[in-house]
């Protein structure tokens, strides 16, 4: 039972770092990210080849995951200076598929569809129990860093200028600023924030498959800053943690609910995610914490 809890808790945490990242980039920035899960993919697949292949321990391919899922935003950001709003959604979905694309193809470096087995946990020497709380330990300081550099970012002038980018961007453009450069170091950052949850992903799941960074990953990621408020750091949290409560929570329904086979339980569960999403939107479209427009 205990091992149980702590996997659903490090799982929420990887949740929130993934929530953080994609609340700074649309939350506060406007940027529609469809894609989120391939910088997630990204960060996992670098910090097990990384680990693996060269022989490094486990926590110095962190940094490496970030430093490619950042770069990897680059050229993303570069694009989004010519988008808007839906163009740039369907951009970075497909981007996200490319991406998987290209992890299953070039099988001489990643397996292909095979995937990668035997990633070291984040402390091999330790026993299985003892890593595990070391990695939960771990993931619970990078949750409070990546809060307290949320908060500074978004409570600097810096932070003020990508909400004003987010609010009106021609009023921003006739001060003089250029949103195409903080869009584009707002994917960087963002894209790096979600390396690192997939580098945690990577040393915890021990094993990588293309199949675990599908789309739908990243729309549990969305329902999650939706139903806790975006642009509102608490909310990410709250919506992660809710996000999988949910998900834990529904599997007991197996069983409980009449005419529901095994099979079909995993179509339940997201039908009623999306029963409460819809609700959220229809009674409380700002979230659990976020601020009512004033329209």
Sequence with gaps: MLSYLLTILIVMLIYILLAFSLDLQYGF??????????????????????????????WISFPAAMLAAGLLSWPLGRIALRLRDDYLAIVTLGFSEIIRLVIVKEDWLTHGVQGISGVPRLWPEWRSSASELFLFGALV????????????????????????????EVAVIALGKDPAIFKTQVLVIGGAIAGLAGAFYAHYITY?????????????????????GVARLLGSVSGAVLLVVLLEGTRFLRGVVPGVTDAGM??????VIGLLLILFMRFRPQGLFGKRSAS
Excluded: K
């Design 141 to 168: 300081t990078a949750c409070a860093v990546t809060t307290v550099v949320m908060r500074r970012i978004t409570q600097s002038p810096y932070g003020r200028t990508i909400q004003a980018i987010r609010d009106d």
């Design 266 to 271: 995993a179509s339940f569960q997201l039908g």
């Design 208 to 228: 990588i498959v293309p199949d675990q960074f599908v789309p739908v990953t990243t729309f549990y990621i969305w329902m999650a800053i939706i139903m806790g």
């Design 29 to 58: 920035t406007g940027l529609i990210n469809f894609g989120l899960v391939g910088f997630f993919g990204v960060g996992a697949y670098t910090s097990a080849l990384v680990t693996m292949n060269l022989g490094l321990p486990a």
